[in-house]
């Protein structure tokens, strides 16, 4: 996942950067930061984002995003 994907997918699902934090379990500081090109987040923290998103139906592909569920 890159930081223009994550952008895109938390559009995609109406989520502010909290809601992403508060669903994979990292910190508001992680998402802000990794989004803003800052830092990459460890291992874990970035897994954990990644599957609230696929949580939700967003599928992430080499050139983007796909919506999988409404």
């Not at 559009?11 to 830092?39: H, I, N, Y």
């Not at 460890?42 to 967003?58: Q, R, S």
Request: aromatic residues 6%; positive net charge; hydrophobic residues 35%.
């Amino acid at each position: 996942m890159t930081p223009e994907q994550s952008r895109a997918a938390r559009g995609w699902l109406d989520w502010p950067q909290r809601t992403l934090a508060e669903r994979s379990g990292v910190s508001l500081s992680t998402v802000r930061d990794f989004e803003k090109g800052r830092r990459i987040p460890i291992g874990n923290n970035m897994a954990a984002m990644e599957k609230a998103l696929t949580d939700h139906g967003i599928e992430f592909t080499t050139s983007g995003i796909r919506v999988t569920k409404p």
